[in-house]
């Protein structure tokens, strides 16, 4: 049984993991922490500080502005924690791999199994691809409302390929200000936003008589709390370092 602290437990992707939680009979929600004081079937604090329950890992799906008290609690109360949140500064991130070295940490930015497995076969295809001539594009949708674009996993998609690559792409995100033919190491990544796609991320391989597509499909957030869920059963008992959904898909 993993006993599981839920952070932002009122929000959104908070209610969907504990409904996921609720189901799972491998897993607990003990706690939660939220401003709202919406009541939930466990005990909810306005601050992780005050949880007094017994746990085995944080999942943490709230916002960067309480980053400090978070990690600050996991070294503590040495409990290894999920970070799903998203929008870290540059200086946070430095602080999430310091404090990695004290606890167990797990940080990814797109928490789905799917998109995950998707990465690592991009690790496996795309230097054979890239070096056979072929040129690369990503495509990536979401809803109307998605503030930021291109996406976090798209830039995630490219990164890993680049890195496959030596680093020697470059990203172009717009083509239409200028009137030249496309350059070999480029990686073109496009944003479309419309409706309420939840998320949807293609990654191209055009080559000369051949196209190779690879696509993942986010039918509802609940992708996101079940591969976070996945991830604190994962980390549970973990010692201190820094991990990725790379390392629960094995």
């Given at each position: 049984?993993?006993?599981i602290?839920?952070?932002?437990?009122?929000?959104?992707?908070g209610?969907?993991?504990?409904e996921i939680?609720?189901?799972?009979?491998d897993?607990?929600i003990?706690?939660g922490?939220d401003?709202?004081?919406?009541?939930?079937d466990?005990?909810?604090y306005?601050k992780?500080?005050?949880?007094?329950?017994?746990a085995?890992?944080?999942?943490?799906?709230?916002?960067?502005?309480?980053?400090?008290?978070?990690?600050?609690?996991?070294v503590?109360?040495?409990i290894?924690?999920v970070?799903?949140t998203?929008?870290?500064?540059?200086e946070?991130?430095?602080?999430?791999n310091?404090?990695?070295?004290k606890?167990a940490?797990?940080?990814?930015?797109n928490?789905?199994?799917?998109?995950n497995?998707?990465?690592?076969?991009?690790?496996t295809?795309?230097?054979?691809l890239?070096d056979?001539?072929?040129d690369?594009e990503i495509?990536?949708?979401?809803?109307?409302?998605?503030?930021?674009?291109?996406?976090?996993?798209?830039l995630a998609l490219a990164?890993?390929i680049?890195?496959?690559?030596?680093?020697?792409?470059a990203?172009?995100?717009d083509r239409?200000?200028?009137r030249?033919?496309?350059?070999?190491?480029?990686?073109g990544?496009?944003?479309v936003?419309?409706?309420?796609?939840?998320g949807?991320?293609?990654?191209?391989?055009a080559?000369t008589?051949?196209?190779i597509?690879?696509?993942h499909?986010?039918?509802?957030?609940a992708?996101?709390?079940?591969?976070?869920?996945?991830?604190?059963k994962?980390?549970?008992?973990k010692?201190a370092?820094l991990?990725?959904?790379?390392?629960?898909?094995?």
């Open positions: 049984m993993t006993r602290i839920m952070t932002g437990c009122n929000g959104k992707m209610k969907n993991i504990s939680v609720a189901a799972d009979e897993a607990k003990v706690a922490v401003i709202s004081e919406e009541i939930r466990y005990p909810v306005k992780i500080g005050d949880v007094k329950e017994e085995d890992v944080v999942i943490d799906f709230s916002t960067p502005k309480v980053l400090d008290e978070i990690l600050s609690f996991a503590e109360k040495q290894p924690t970070l799903c998203t929008g870290y500064s540059a946070q991130i430095e602080q999430i310091q404090t990695a070295n606890v940490l797990l940080r990814s930015a928490m789905s199994l799917g998109i497995t998707m990465i690592k076969v991009m690790e295809v795309a230097k054979t890239a056979a001539g072929f690369i495509v990536e949708k979401h809803h109307n409302q998605k503030l930021d674009a291109p996406s976090g996993t798209a990164d890993v680049n890195r496959e690559l030596d680093n020697d792409y990203y172009k995100y239409s200000t200028l030249e033919k496309r350059p070999k190491k480029e990686i990544i496009s944003a936003r419309g409706g309420t796609i939840v949807e991320h293609e990654v191209i391989f080559g008589d051949e196209v597509e690879f696509k499909t986010a039918y509802s957030k992708i996101f709390g079940k591969g976070a869920v996945q991830a604190a994962f980390l549970k008992g010692n370092g991990y990725s959904m790379k390392n629960v898909i094995g």
